[in-house]
Every structure is written in C-alpha cells, then in structure tokens.
C-alpha cells in the first residue's frame, strides 16, 4: 500500500517482550513462551438460554489454565476453544497482539482474543524461569484524586 507521499509500507516486525515486563491492563504484547503446564477447566454444561431457539445447540465452550513462561517468569494464560488444542505442556508457542485481562480484579492473567494468534514455533533454547509467576502477584486498584484545578 502506497502512502500520500509514495512510500509502501510494508508489515512492522513485532517487538517481541518478556514475560517480566507484563504490566496490568496493557495490550498488544508479542512473546515467545513455553508451555509448563495445561489444566482444562471446567465450565457449566447449562444451556445458553439465547441460543434456545436455534436449531443446534452450541457445545460448551473449552477452556484451560496454562502455565506458560520464558527465562525472566511465568503467568497463567487463559486458552479458549481451538487455543486449548495448540497449549500442550512442553510446546513452544509465539502469542500474537496478547493482552494482560486482570483476574477477579486483583491478578493478572494473559489471554489472546479474536484479533490476536496463537503460533507454535520450533522448541525454544531457554529454560523457563518458574520461581518467578506474575500471576501470584496481587494488585489493589487505587484511584487518584485529580490534580486539576482546585
């Protein structure tokens, strides 16, 4: 694609980061990871009283807690559906535009959504860094009173 002063652009290279570097509420995280550990959930198997009158029910949806980390920590990654199929313990996997979803308001968990992408990449030569999980932190939502004018 052409810009108005006839430059292409092309596709950025991604900044890949650290788990380390994680921070509450942010987004668009790149980051090459091992897979520790994958536990599925279990999620209710009550019918969506929306999709009722549809002709096929929809099957529950699949999710698992994965332990997934580098060489500076780890964090608990939420897998939803088809995600769950690629977080197999042991597997090396890059997440793709990742975004730090804190849990019941205090954690922080790391999940990829519908405009982001799970790729499972060659074994990487790192060992993961386990005594360090970001997901055992707790954070306290503090509001700043405005410095505007008084």
Not at 66 to 93: H, P, S, W, Y
Not at 98 to 105: E, N, S, T
Not at 127 to 139: A, G, I, P, W
Request: charged share 25%; with cysteine; glycine share 6%.
């Amino acid at each position: 694609m052409a810009t108005a002063t006839g430059q292409v652009n092309g596709k950025r290279k991604p900044v890949f980061v650290k788990v380390e570097d994680l921070k509450p509420g942010t987004t668009g995280h790149t980051l090459i990871v091992k897979v520790v550990d994958a536990t599925p959930v279990k999620t209710s198997s009550r019918p969506n009283m929306s999709r009722a009158l549809l002709s096929r029910p929809t099957p529950p949806p699949r999710i698992a807690e994965c332990v997934v980390g580098d060489e500076t920590g780890t964090i608990i990654f939420t897998a939803r559906n088809e995600q769950v199929d690629l977080m197999r313990k042991g597997a090396t996997v890059i997440l793709r535009n990742a975004k730090i979803v804190m849990f019941k308001g205090t954690t922080m968990r790391l999940a990829v959504d519908k405009w982001g992408r799970i790729e499972v990449t060659e074994p990487a030569k790192f060992e993961v860094k386990e005594d360090n999980n970001l997901s055992l932190v707790e954070y306290e939502l503090v509001t700043v009173p405005d410095q505007g004018m008084t």
